[in-house]
Each structure stands twice: as C-alpha cells, then as structure tokens.
C-alpha cells in the first residue's frame, strides 16, 4: 500500500464511537440537465461508493456552493467555468421525507476516534470506499456520511446510502445558466472563488447513465 494512503479500517470500527449528526435540511444537488436529481450511483468510481456496489450512494451539499464547487470545478487548480459547462448542469434542492442520521465526520475528535484522518478526503478512492463500507455497517445504522468538501472545507458534502435513505422530494430544478435569481448566486459563488466565465460551445460526449455525475 502507498504510505501516503490512508490505511483501511481498524478491525474494531464496530465498537468505536462515531458523531451522529440529525440533518434536517434542504440538500443540494448538481447534476446533468435532462437527468433527475435523484440517483443512488453505484459505479465504484466515487469517493464513498460501495466498493462491492451492494448499496447506491446519493452525494450531495448541505448549500449550493459544495455543490457547485465539487462538480463545476473538481480539479484542484481550477479558475475558469464555461457557458457550455453551466448550460448543461441544473441545480436542485431536495428534502428527505424526514432528518438524516450521519455520520459526522467533520467535528473535532471524530476522526481520531475512527482511527481515520483527513486523507479519508482527499487520497485513495479504494480507500475510502472501504471506509464508506465500515461506516455503513456500523451499529449505529447510520444514513449515510457528512464531510468536508475537499476543495473549500468549511462546505459540507453529504453522501446517502440508497438502502437507508428516506423517500426524497424534489423541491426545485434551474439551469445553472437561468436568469433571474440564478445570476445573482452564479455571480456571488464565481466571486467567492475568483473564478473566470468563459464562452465555450465544444461539445462533450454524454457519459453513460450508470455513471452520472455526482459530488466527488
């Protein structure tokens, strides 16, 4: 294993205390723009998927700034946005049927008691998936995880797991490029991170459905 990866979790995760956090909240999404917002991915790809595919996980922001940041701008160094990027991504809000149970990785203490640090965030997505495993088998029962956005780490990402989420509704829909009320949160959120707007017409192949986009 590469020494700068996170090693897997302990063999006692199960008896170790982890933070709930209760969340009763509207939730953020960004996604492709003919594609629902609702998607349990199971593709293995992502930071927290299950790393057998045995449960779906839904990611979202607890605002729309994480949801932006980590799918507009997902590479680190990144400072330019294009029309075409924003035509082809919607903004949605969310609400569970009723508070989400996570696992709150983002306060003091929680991840020392795990035996985890913050490269759970930022080095191996194998890792991680297995992490995400452990967690989801906890005895706490969790719904899923809250945790740091990795590029602005005072947001927070959410990821659900589909076999324990709540029923989902779906509360609102926009074009990132919409007018109105959308203008004023693109201009404060590409203001925030001193991004660039750029014209850009190309073309990007459409990935296949199993692999929607989602945050991380």
């Known amino acids: 294993m590469n020494a700068a990866n996170l090693p897997a979790p302990p063999s006692n995760i199960s008896s170790r205390?982890?933070?709930?956090?209760?969340?009763?909240?509207?939730?953020?999404?960004?996604?492709?723009?003919?594609?629902?917002?609702?998607?349990?991915?199971?593709?293995?790809?992502?930071?927290?998927?299950?790393?057998d595919a045995s449960y779906g996980?839904?990611?979202?922001?607890?605002?729309?700034f994480c949801a932006f940041v980590e799918t507009l701008a997902s590479a680190a160094g990144t400072s330019v946005v294009t029309t075409a990027a924003l035509k082809r991504r919607a903004l949605s809000e969310l609400k569970p049927a009723r508070p989400l149970r996570l696992v709150d990785l983002t306060v003091s203490g929680?991840?020392?008691?795990?035996?985890?640090?913050?490269?759970?965030f930022s080095g191996s997505h194998e890792i991680a998936q297995l992490w995400s495993r452990a967690l989801h088998d906890h005895p706490s029962h969790p719904d899923?995880?809250?945790?740091?956005?990795?590029?602005?780490?005072?947001?927070?990402?959410?990821a659900i797991f589909e076999d324990r989420a709540p029923k989902m509704k779906e509360l609102s829909r926009r074009s990132w490029y919409e007018t109105g009320g959308m203008r004023h949160l693109l201009a404060e959120i590409?203001?925030?991170?001193?991004?660039?707007?750029?014209?850009?017409q190309s073309v990007v192949t459409r990935k296949p459905a199993s692999r929607q986009e989602g945050l991380f």
């Open 17 to 51: 205390s982890v933070s709930i956090f209760e969340l009763d909240s509207i939730l953020y999404r960004t996604h492709d723009v003919g594609r629902a917002p609702i998607f349990f991915g199971r593709a293995r790809i992502h930071r927290f998927d299950s790393p």
């Open 190 to 200: 590409m203001e925030h991170y001193r991004f660039e707007l750029i014209e850009n």
């Open 57 to 64: 996980v839904l990611y979202t922001g607890r605002d729309a």
């Open 144 to 158: 899923g995880l809250l945790f740091p956005s990795r590029l602005d780490p005072a947001r927070q990402g959410i």
């Open 110 to 120: 929680a991840l020392v008691r795990i035996g985890a640090d913050a490269r759970l």
